[in-house]
């Protein structure tokens, strides 16, 4: 398993609508999720918007371009592209993925 | 078992450093850390240096205060300390727990 971190930047002036979305996150979405390889993934956020996913996934490139095909998650992405910030495109071409440079079982 | 999610802030300028030695962290380091339930535990590092920690415990406060009373974590973290930036006491005191807004299994 990989264990993927990246960050993305929330408008601090959309914290609280950004974190309501996502305790009603559509259901066909997590099943995409969960079918394309996303296991124990979590998104923190902090007080000024800085969001920190964590993911294991088998193969994250692979994971990737299998949501990026599904239309559920392209819908769900344009939904989201408002609440970020410093973004050209999609939310999950903006994310930015971090060096691993410890681990302990 | 809770997912905690912290960041703090490594020297622009040590990064490198602080990677190595991150690749030889004491055994006695890690020993004590699995004995005070920190399990799955990574660090992430950003190009600017924001460091990210991840890790599952079944209780956090219990995993900070076992550690914060070992001898050995005491001597890591006095050497760990000039590697961060705006800290007024050790690195395991400075950590910025984030609320986690999202899970999936």
């Keep these: 398993m990989e264990r993927v971190c990246f960050t993305l930047q929330v408008r601090p002036e959309r914290l609280d609508e950004y974190k309501q979305r996502h305790q009603g996150v559509w259901p066909e979405m997590l099943?995409?999720?969960?079918?394309?390889?996303?296991?124990n993934y979590s998104l923190f956020l902090r007080e000024d918007g800085l969001l920190i996913g964590y993911?294991?996934?088998?193969?994250?490139?692979?994971?990737?371009?299998?949501?990026?095909?599904?239309?559920?998650?392209?819908?769900?992405?344009?939904?989201?592209?408002?609440?970020?910030?410093?973004?050209?495109?999609?939310?999950?071409?903006?994310?930015?993925?971090?060096?691993e440079v410890f681990h302990l079982d």
Tied chains: 1, 2.
């Design 31 to 39: 099943r995409a999720l969960s079918e394309t390889g996303w296991h």
């Design 55 to 99: 993911l294991e996934t088998p193969d994250f490139q692979n994971a990737l371009e299998r949501m990026e095909a599904l239309e559920v998650n392209q819908r769900w992405q344009r939904e989201m592209a408002p609440f970020f910030k410093g973004l050209a495109g999609r939310p999950d071409e903006g994310m930015m993925r971090l060096e």
